[in-house]
């Protein structure tokens, strides 16, 4: 009887304490989870003739990771930007940048703040992630916890991850994004 006591309060406390996400999020499709797939699906909110996504790479070839349709008579030989958005390292293949044409005059988004500017309103759910990975928040497919959304009229709400600095230690947060203004704000689930 002695043990029953403490053993039911230690199991009480552990369910009580597992976080729960609301039966109306979805879980994000696992293939959301690579930021190369998610270009594809922006809708800027300006008319372009045309833009691209490219990493910094100097084979032609292999700078592009996306491109809307691109007129038959257009050629871009502008320099690749010095820096860009989504820095992993030093050198080549480290970074994104964006280019796009605007009459007939190249336009280069080589940052992130750039990169959500581009975007504008928030017209889908790959448009909401990379509004988050700008701000270091990334899809877990392996949690719920990490990997959930809810998309309303003014608002998409996310559940992402986010790294503990210098750690393995995963950290859910509440992510909730304003589809006109792009505004993201966000709150600590706890890790997990």
Same mark, same amino acid.
């Given at each position: 009887?002695?043990?029953?006591?403490?053993?039911?309060?230690?199991?009480? *406390?552990?369910?009580?304490? &597992?976080?729960?996400?609301?039966?109306?999020?979805?879980?994000?499709?696992?293939?959301? =989870?690579?930021?190369?797939?998610?270009?594809?699906?922006?809708?800027?909110?300006?008319?372009?003739?045309?833009?691209?996504?490219?990493?910094?790479? %100097? =084979? %032609?070839?292999?700078?592009?990771?996306?491109?809307?349709?691109? %007129?038959?008579?257009?050629?871009?030989?502008?320099?690749? %930007?010095?820096?860009?958005?989504?820095?992993?390292?030093?050198?080549?293949?480290?970074?994104?940048?964006?280019?796009?044409?605007?009459?007939? &005059?190249?336009?280069?988004?080589?940052?992130?703040?750039?990169?959500? =500017?581009?975007?504008?309103?928030?017209?889908?759910?790959?448009?909401?992630?990379?509004?988050?990975?700008?701000? *270091?928040?990334?899809?877990?497919?392996?949690?719920?916890?990490?990997?959930?959304?809810?998309?309303?009229?003014?608002?998409?709400?996310?559940?992402?991850?986010?790294?503990?600095?210098?750690?393995?230690?995963?950290?859910?947060?509440?992510?909730?994004?304003?589809?006109?203004? *792009?505004?993201?704000?966000?709150?600590?689930? *706890?890790?997990?």
């Amino acid at each position: 009887m002695k043990l029953l006591f403490p053993t039911l309060l230690l199991l009480s *406390g552990l369910v009580f304490s &597992q976080k729960t996400i609301s039966s109306d999020f979805k879980k994000i499709p696992e293939i959301l =989870d690579n930021t190369e797939l998610l270009y594809p699906f922006i809708i800027p909110d300006k008319k372009y003739n045309y833009w691209s996504v490219l990493r910094n790479n %100097p =084979d %032609p070839d292999k700078a592009i990771i996306y491109e809307s349709q691109m %007129p038959n008579f257009m050629t871009i030989n502008d320099p690749a %930007p010095e820096r860009g958005f989504f820095q992993k390292c030093l050198g080549e293949n480290c970074f994104s940048y964006l280019i796009a044409c605007e009459n007939s &005059q190249s336009k280069y988004f080589s940052n992130e703040q750039q990169l959500r =500017d581009f975007i504008g309103f928030v017209d889908n759910l790959p448009e909401a992630i990379l509004i988050a990975n700008t701000m *270091g928040y990334t899809v877990d497919i392996t949690n719920k916890l990490g990997s959930s959304y809810k998309i309303e009229d003014k608002f998409i709400s996310l559940y992402l991850l986010k790294f503990k600095i210098n750690s393995e230690t995963k950290e859910s947060f509440f992510i909730k994004i304003n589809r006109k203004s *792009g505004k993201l704000e966000s709150k600590s689930n *706890g890790t997990y």
